[in-house]
C-alpha cells in the first residue's frame, strides 16, 4: 500500500511544485543555461524546499539548468519554472548563450523574413 501512496505523490508532485504552472515566461530555457545565485539571495527567507535547494545548489558555483533537473530530481520542465520564478525575483541570474527574453509580439512571418535575409546574406558571401 505504500508504494502506491509513495507512486501517487510523484506523480502530483511537479504539478504541486509550479502551482499548477505548465510555462512561464522563461519556459524556454536551454538545458547548458547557467545558474547563478545573486548576493543575498542564500539567507532569503520564505521559499519553497525546491526554490531553496536550487539557491543551495548554485551557491557553490555556476550550475546548468539540466543539472539542476538531476540533482532535484524534478523534470526539466519543472526546474525552467522555477529558475524563471526565481529569476523574476532576482535571486538568480540565467546566462545563455542566446537571448531568454519573452517574444516582443513580433509576428512569427517577420522573424522567418529575417532569418531568411541572414541567410540570403551569408550564401552572398
Do not use: C
Not at 524556454?28 to 532569503?44: C, I, T
Request: charged share 20%; proline share 6%; net charge negative.
Amino acid at each position: 500500500m505504500s508504494e502506491h501512496v509513495e507512486y501517487e505523490a510523484r506523480t502530483v508532485r511537479p504539478y504541486a511544485v509550479t502551482g499548477g504552472r505548465v510555462r512561464s515566461a522563461r519556459s524556454d530555457l536551454p538545458l547548458e543555461a547557467l545558474v547563478e545565485v545573486m548576493p543575498g539571495a542564500v539567507a532569503s527567507t520564505g521559499l519553497t524546499p525546491e526554490k531553496r535547494a536550487i539557491i543551495q545548489h548554485a551557491s557553490a558555483g555556476y550550475i546548468s539548468v539540466a543539472e539542476l533537473s538531476a540533482l532535484l530530481h524534478l523534470p526539466l520542465g519543472v526546474i525552467r519554472i522555477l529558475v524563471s520564478d526565481l529569476t523574476d525575483a532576482n535571486f538568480v541570474r540565467v546566462h545563455t548563450s542566446q537571448p531568454v527574453e519573452v517574444n516582443t509580439g513580433e509576428s512569427p512571418a517577420l522573424s522567418l523574413s529575417v532569418l531568411e535575409s541572414v541567410l540570403n546574406g551569408i550564401s552572398a558571401l
